[in-house]
C-alpha cells in the first residue's frame, strides 16, 4: 500500500515522516537548507535526485530563514560534494550538514517521490 503525500505522525514532533510528490530542478537558484531541531532521513520510494552537500558551520550568510518550520536557507556552501540517489537509497543529513536537495540528475526536470522521517535531535541525547 503506498501513502498519499502528506505527514504521518510516529511520535508527535519528535518523530514523523513526510512523503513528498516533487519535481527535480537545476542549480541556478537554489539554496542550500539547514535545520536546527531535526534530522533528516530520506528515502527515495520512486525517482531521484542530484543533492548538494557541505559542512555547516555556523558562518555561512541565511538568505531565508523560517523557524516555525525549523529551516533556513543558506546563501551558498562551501565545498560542496554531490550526491546521486536513486530509487531504493536512502541519506541521514544532521544540522550541521547543510543540503541543497532536489537537483535535477540530467538535463530535464523528473518527478520523484521522496520520503523524509523528521527526527528531533533531543531523541539522540535521551537514554
Given at each position: 500500500m503506498a501513502l498519499a503525500p502528506g505527514r504521518y505522525e510516529i511520535d508527535g514532533d519528535r518523530l514523523f515522516l513526510n512523503v513528498m510528490d516533487m519535481t527535480t530542478h537545476g542549480f541556478d537558484g537554489s539554496h542550500p537548507e539547514i535545520?536546527?531541531?531535526?534530522?533528516?532521513?530520506?528515502?527515495?520510494?520512486?525517482?531521484?535526485?542530484?543533492?548538494g552537500v557541505s559542512a555547516y558551520t555556523g558562518k555561512e550568510p541565511i538568505c531565508e530563514a523560517k523557524?516555525?518550520?525549523?529551516?533556513?536557507?543558506?546563501?551558498?556552501?562551501?565545498?560542496?560534494?554531490?550526491?546521486?540517489?536513486?530509487?531504493?537509497?536512502?541519506?541521514?543529513?544532521f544540522p550541521w550538514d547543510a543540503h541543497r536537495p532536489a537537483l535535477m540528475l540530467g538535463d530535464a526536470p523528473a518527478t520523484s517521490r521522496k520520503c523524509v522521517i523528521k527526527?528531533?535531535?533531543?531523541?539522540f541525547e535521551e537514554r
Open positions: 535545520h536546527e531541531k531535526y534530522a533528516d532521513l530520506f528515502y527515495w520510494a520512486e525517482g531521484g535526485e542530484k543533492i523557524p516555525e518550520n525549523d529551516i533556513a536557507f543558506l546563501e551558498s556552501a562551501v565545498d560542496e560534494s554531490f550526491l546521486i540517489a536513486k530509487e531504493g537509497d536512502f541519506a541521514v543529513f527526527i528531533q535531535m533531543s531523541l
